[in-house]
């Protein structure tokens, strides 16, 4: 089992720079790629970013590449989102996510293990 415990989350105004941090426990974080998601109100889950479980490699959805970086500190067991430049539109519960494999992949059912989620309001 893998916990995941996402922080960071609040009000921002539009243009601002939150970072997400999501905790992990239980099982080796290091062996686990690692995704953050997002769900707006009255929309399906969407893929947001991954980084693998060695922090080589990184995706980004369309939606936010160039304004969000994904990194993980596997010392610290922990993997965080920094968000630039934010929208109304993402606006929306952010869940941090852990797939077994060493590299990520868009795919929700890909992920075993997820959080709870923190909730990220943009204001413009």
């Known amino acids: 089992q893998v916990q995941l415990v996402e922080s960071g989350g609040g009000l921002v105004q539009a243009g601002g720079s939150p970072r997400l941090s999501c905790a992990a426990s239980?099982?080796?974080?290091?062996?686990?790629?690692m995704g953050w998601f997002r769900q707006a109100p009255g929309k399906e889950r969407e893929f947001v970013a991954t980084?693998?479980?060695?922090?080589?490699?990184?995706f980004y959805a369309d939606s936010v590449k160039g304004r969000f970086t994904i990194s993980r500190d596997n010392a610290k067991n922990t993997v965080y989102l920094q968000m630039n430049s934010l929208k109304p539109e993402d606006t929306a519960v952010y869940y941090c996510a852990a797939d077994k494999m060493p590299v990520g992949t868009r795919l929700a059912g890909s992920y075993e293990y997820w959080g709870q989620g923190t909730q990220v309001t943009v204001s413009s």
């Open positions: 980084i693998s479980a060695s922090g080589g490699v990184t």
């Open positions: 239980g099982r080796t974080f290091s062996n686990y790629a």
